[in-house]
């Protein structure tokens, strides 16, 4: 049975005594609005803490939304969330109020992410991943977990919350789990339910361009640039934001990668008023 907490003082009181007991403590943060990939994560949680607990926090973070982006309609759907984490035998659901997070409002003190949240979303987005990574600073430290699980397809925000928990020693293994994808290729997203019909059959364009992208790999960067762009002209209706080529910890590939290089390819594009990130890695050379 799922436990279902509000308030830090609840949390405390379903974790302390596993904690006691020398239990692990999985964790995995989401937004809510729960889908198959994020049942994957809790899955990958379990595994890794055995019988220890496993916590899902469901918390829609405004610090981390900007002006005109989509807060108020983000959606909100706790009851069906409360059946996945049930189904996945989820232990602590932790369901606070904006309130309960942030008493008294916005924090004096924030997490300064650093120059990885000025690229890629972070160029599009100004501040949102010091939001993100402030909010998962104080989850970190709420949950008190061994071990968090986050999605490859937010693969910069996985990035940014290793090097935080590394940087600022705060004991956490975070683990990327592989995203999770629709039999047509569409990486799951919350926001994919925003998508019309016909909206829906062109989102699947990202996924090809990306594989399209990897098949090129082996003929150098240019050439996987090249066979994305060529996959995502296409079709209409892609405003892309951006498609890039860069080292798996997000930074610039050498001119001339060794062949064989390991590399990912990420991309990030408006359907309409709905915007979507993919990425995948690839090889660079033969």
Known sequence: MTAIASTRDDLAKLLDPARRDGASVGFVPT????????????RVARERVGDGPVVVSIFVNPLQF?????????????????EVCEREGVDVVFAPSVDEVYPGGDPQV???PGPLADVL???TRPGHFGGVLTVVAKLF??????VAVFGEKDYQQLALIRRMSADLCLGVDVVG??????????????RNRYLSPEQREVATTLSRALRAAQREAVHGVDAALAAAHAELNR????????????????APLPETPAPGSEARI???????TTRLIDNMSLRVGR
């Not at 937004?31 to 809790?42: E, K, R, V």
């Not at 900007?66 to 009851?79: F, I, K, S």
């Open 141 to 146: 430290g709420l949950v008190k977990p061994d």
């Open 31 to 42: 937004m809510g609005a729960l889908h198959d990939g994020h049942a994957s994560l809790m």
């Open 121 to 123: 979303e972070g160029a």
């Open 110 to 112: 924030t997490v300064a």
């Open 266 to 272: 990420l991309v990030a594009a408006k359907l309409g």
């Open 177 to 190: 789990a592989p995203t999770q994808r629709e039999p047509d290729g569409l990486a799951l997203s919350s």
């Open 66 to 82: 900007g002006a005109g982006e989509d807060l108020d309609r983000y959606p909100r759907t706790l009851e069906a969330d409360l």
């Open 235 to 250: 079709v209409t209706g892609v405003e892309l934001d951006y498609v890039e080529i860069t080292d798996p910890a997000l």
